[in-house]
């Protein structure tokens, strides 16, 4: 085993809930660069968790959230070998759905209700991510993760958020 010491620099900011897009540039082993899109904003309950979370559990163990650790080993790549992971994230695009001070998971009603509320911008923001993973594959960017979602973004909405992402990731300019 390898010691080392390593930094890691997370901005204030990236620590608001609510509904967020992000980009995973992974650099591997041997240098080739490949790409993972995805949100913050759960399908299955009204939270909406800050991307610095969504970190940790891209690269853990658990199976129904290791989303970029399970594309990374789909292309034989190993995870601890790979010379660097950068994250790009956009937003809080939208707020996380506020929830009463007495709200209590248990109470279907409520969570009902916080839901309708939750899902509009879910699929807002879902609809992005496809765009994002679509855009970012046609620009040349190898892209590890095929996003399906049912919803679409109109160009009027989805240009500002592009043009965010293409500071970093600039072949989407070509797009225009």
């Known amino acids: 085993m390898e010691v080392g010491t390593f930094k890691l620099t997370l901005p204030g900011p990236m620590l608001k809930r609510g509904f967020w897009l992000y ?13 993972y899109v995805g949100r913050t904003g759960d399908n299955s309950s009204p939270n909406a968790s800050p991307p610095y979370i969504r970190m940790g559990q891209h690269l853990g163990a ?3 959230q290791n ?11 190993d995870p601890e070998k790979c010379q660097e992971f950068r994250l790009t994230a956009h ?26 509320k939750h899902i509009p911008l879910r699929n807002l923001v879902g609809a992005m991510e496809k765009r994002l993973a679509q855009d970012m594959a046609a620009a040349g960017y ?13 160009d009027a909405e989805w240009r500002p958020v592009r043009d965010a992402f293409a500071a970093d990731f600039p072949k989407l300019n070509e797009l225009r």
Do not use: C
């Open 23 to 35: 980009v995973w540039h992974v650099i591997t082993e041997d240098g080739r660069e490949v790409f």
């Open 62 to 64: 658990l199976k129904n």
């Open 67 to 77: 989303a970029l650790r399970t594309q990374l080993q789909k292309r034989k790549i």
């Open 91 to 116: 937003g809080p695009i939208h707020p996380e759905v506020v929830k009463p001070d007495d709200y209590r998971h248990s109470d279907a009603k409520a969570r009902s209700e916080l839901m309708e």
């Open 142 to 154: 190898d892209v590890l993760n095929n996003v399906k979602w049912r919803h679409d973004i109109p």
